[in-house]
């Protein structure tokens, strides 16, 4: 492993916990994997606000959205075999669609592109005011005429992964969930993966969390209930490391793989844009694409009631990275863009040496928290609670032990004065000085607000 990734995931943790705090998020989970290895696996807050216990790398979460990659690879699984066709239509394998349903290819199917409805006319499912569809609901369902034309636009159907679950079904003549354990969870050694909840005797499950709006605070949303016929869509549960590890599996440079090189290149290959949304963003087959500066990425994101997640890899990099977060407003999407920004950064400059390597830390003041992150030669000093990491960040320059020269600011800053290192008796860096402004520890800036302010 190179020693800039080491350095970056040394650094992603402490960022995301800031993150946390500033807006109040019950719990998150964050893997990253080197040439599908996991070399990061922290859980950061609590599994349970109601008994504050805290979350593990161990508790499974509910990843929604994800399943449907999961269901394109058994898919690609039964191509492979000669058992179906991208372009078979879907009424091949299922009776009793609507003409236009059937007519609909599987490979239409699995990029979103066939037109159907996305959740059907009642989708009280994702309000927890109705179950999840059962078979003949879906069936039911799919006896309806599509919402838009085939062939014209993303259109995102749960519907329509349903009822690739029910052509797999059809052509392996095993239920989804049995063929799918078997033949993509086992066989990619999935341990803490299954295909619907409740999760397994003995597997820790993360409760989910509501929105502190409107009653001004979190409510359990336990998001264990079974997602039936949809599970294909939406059902899965895992951990991030599982997903790190799969995930890591589908790109065509992966050494190791349930699938072909070719099958992987066809699946993540973008097949429309959506052009409805400001950022560049596509989807494959099962799969989601995107680019986060000069870097792509495919992957997946999930949502449910309770729980928002995303799992992205970086081709070419041999690097996945998987956020679950246990909040239906979690900002998984975000932190995830964040977290690249950060490992892009590291590639970019690279580890510290041992001239920069004890300029680090998190130090508070009245007005800012600042995180001194040595990257090589310098410093980079970033406020942890943006959104973008190291935007604007400046940087310090050492000039001797200790001391050092800010080199790069913004206008407004303290661009060309001094900051410095302050030790104790025991060597350790008790305080820093950053442009005539003192910062210490947050346990001792705490305790001096609280002489000054009360509370």
Request: net charge positive.
């Amino acid at each position: 492993m190179e020693s800039w990734l080491k350095a970056a995931t040394d650094y992603i943790p402490g960022w995301l916990e800031y993150q946390m705090r500033l807006i109040d998020q019950p719990g998150c989970v964050v893997a990253v994997a080197y040439k599908g290895r996991v070399i990061l696996e922290q859980a950061l807050g609590v599994a349970d606000i109601s008994t504050n216990k805290a979350l593990t790398p161990r508790h499974r979460f509910r990843v929604a959205s994800h399943s449907k990659s999961f269901t394109s690879a058994a898919i690609f699984k039964l191509r492979q075999a000669g058992r179906l066709r991208l372009d078979d239509p879907a009424g091949r394998y299922v009776d009793g669609l609507h003409p236009l349903v059937a007519e609909a290819t599987i490979g239409q199917l699995l990029s979103h592109s066939a037109g159907l409805i996305r959740d059907g006319a009642d989708a009280g499912q994702w309000q927890d005011r109705r179950p999840f569809l059962g078979e003949k609901e879906l069936r039911a369902a799919l006896k309806e005429a599509p919402a838009i034309e085939a062939g014209t636009r993303l259109k995102y159907s749960n519907h329509g992964f349903g009822l690739l679950g029910l052509i797999i079904e059809a052509v392996t003549g095993e239920p989804y969930y049995d063929w799918v354990r078997r033949e993509i969870i086992a066989a990619a050694k999935l341990g803490e993966t299954d295909a619907d909840a409740p999760a397994p005797r003995g597997a820790p499950l993360a409760r989910g969390h509501s929105r502190k709006l409107p009653l001004g605070k979190r409510l359990i949303v336990p998001g264990d209930n079974k997602t039936h016929a949809l599970a294909p869509a939406t059902g899965f549960i895992s951990t991030a490391g599982d997903l790190a590890r799969f995930f890591a599996g589908l790109d065509p440079a992966a050494k190791s793989s349930l699938l072909t090189r070719a099958s992987r290149r066809e699946m993540i290959r973008s097949q429309w844009r959506d052009t409805s949304v400001g950022a560049e963003s596509y989807y494959g087959l099962g799969i989601m694409r995107g680019k986060v500066g000069d870097w792509q990425w495919f992957g997946h994101a999930g949502g449910f009631q309770s729980c928002l997640s995303r799992t992205v890899v970086l081709p070419g990099r041999d690097i996945s990275v998987s956020i679950l977060t246990n909040a239906v407003d979690g900002p998984a999407w975000a932190w995830s863009d964040s977290v690249i920004q950060i490992l892009q950064t590291f590639a970019e400059r690279g580890a510290p040496t041992a001239k920069t390597r004890d300029w680090t830390g998190r130090w508070w003041s009245l007005w800012r928290t600042i995180d001194f992150v040595p990257m090589r030669d310098h410093i980079l000093v970033s406020d942890p609670g943006l959104a973008v990491p190291f935007l604007d960040a400046s940087e310090i320059a050492v000039t001797k032990r200790g001391h050092g020269t800010i080199r790069k600011a913004t206008g407004l800053a303290n661009f060309g004065e001094e900051a410095r290192l302050v030790r104790g008796g025991n060597g350790r860096v008790r305080e820093i000085w950053f442009g005539g402004t003192k910062y210490l520890p947050e346990k001792k800036f705490g305790a001096e607000i609280k002489r000054k302010y009360g509370g």
